[in-house]
Every structure is written in C-alpha cells, then in structure tokens.
C-alpha cells in the first residue's frame, strides 16, 4: 500500500519535474566522476558568448571555473614563432585587422599588435608559458600543430603538462620520443587496422574523435575505456541539444570527457 501512494505522489508531479534537472541533480549524478578530466576548455573556454577566442582572458574564466585542461590551436607565423590562433583567416576576421581576410600568417609583432573581438589579448608562445608558469595544475592540449619536436625547439616550457592531439603515426612516434603524451587524432582511429592493438603496443593514453562517431563506435570506446585509454570528443554544441549537459548526461559511458565551449558544470563542485 505504502508503495502504491508513492507511485500515485510520483504520477502527480508537474511533467517539468521529469525534464529537467536541478544544480543538486546533477551534481549527485557526476559526484564520482572527476570534473578536472571530464573538460577541457576547447580554445581556451567561451568568453562573453565568444568562442574560438584561444585568448589569454579565456583561459582565466575558464580556470576560475575550475577547469584544469586547457585547448589551444596552435599556428605558425610568418617569421616562424608559434601563436594560438584557430586559423589566420578566422583570427583575421575576429580582429580589428585591416587587410585582405585570408589564409596568409601575420607576422608574430602583427599577430599581438591586434586584440580579439576589441579586447581580448592574444597569445604567442611567451605569453602562453607565462600562464602555465602562473597555473601549476593546468594541462595544455594542442591543436593544428602537428610537430611534437617544433613544440619544444620553438618555446613551450612545461612538456610534463602537454597533450598533443595528432594527425599522423609518425607525429605519435616523435611525441613518444620527446616525453610528450600523444593524443591520436579521429583519423588515425578509425582508419588504422588493428587499432587496438597499436594503441595497446604504443601505450596511448588519450584519443580524440567527433562526439559524432560515438553512436556506430560504442562496444569499441567501451572497450578501450575499460583499458583505461581517455576518449575526448569534439563537436559539442555541432547539432542541436547535443551540449556539454547533454554529452554528460547521456554519453560517459563511452568516453572520458569533452571539449567544452561552456564550462558552467564546473560550478556544480564548487
């Protein structure tokens, strides 16, 4: 009896109390997840509604939510210095810059001398360590740049905190070589034979592939999860409702974590 006048409690209830979830529901769900693996900040986290900024002010807000992995695109100037930047033309049409909007580098000088979205600074490779030096917990994942080697010969100071997600075996072999800890890219995943096995024999810890492959891929992420390899996906926020809430709701069983545009979840354990 005491069972059945739950139930009729439970079936009274507004609808709305079935779709959506309070701060204290969610957070008793991920209680034991780890937050600090669960995102990375994709370009340095979203910052006024802006995203893709790989600013230096978006790594703050994005650390004073408690992020600990950082995401920046990191690109080559004309004089060769490394800068993040998610490409020379988005840079150029997401800065004050006067010029022809295309793919040309600017050189390092030009690249600082103009803010993002007029007032976000950017970041060459000297400000980049600063920030690291300053975040002793901070991890850095690179993206575009496919040189482990040039990596370290053009400045980045802390590899012992430096994920490189890669496109091509030799790129994974180099960062083995160089003490940096490779993250095969969604490419060489899926299109390798025996991949399992070459990720057991070369000891990779971390992968990254589309949020959007999850679905036709599942016993395989399963698996390797269970091997303890960290799974990171991209593509949250690309199709509708599919957002870091959802990804986290519905998809950690598969993988480890997220590129993350908006890191509000963080709040949750604070």
Known sequence: MKTLKKLGLLFMLPLVFFISYSKEDVKAEVEEKSFTDIFIAHAGGAIEDFIYTNSLEAL????????????????????EKLVAAHNWKHYKSITSYSGTVDDAPLTEEQFLSLKIQGKFTPMNMETINEWFAGHKDARLVT????????????????????????????????????GIKPMPSENLIFETPDIEEKLSDLNIRYIAISRRAIEENKDFLKRIKEKGIKTYVYHVNYDAGKDERYVLENEMDYICGMYADNLDLLLLQK
Do not use: Q
């Open 143 to 178: 993206d575009k740049i496919n040189s482990p080697a040039e990596m370290l010969r053009k400045g980045f100071l802390f590899k012992d905190r430096l994920i490189m997600e890669l496109f091509t075996w030799e790129a994974v072999e180099e960062a083995i070589k160089e």
């Open 60 to 79: 703050n807000l994005s650390y004073s939510k408690g992020c600990k992995l950082f995401e920046l695109d990191v690109i080559e100037t004309s004089d």
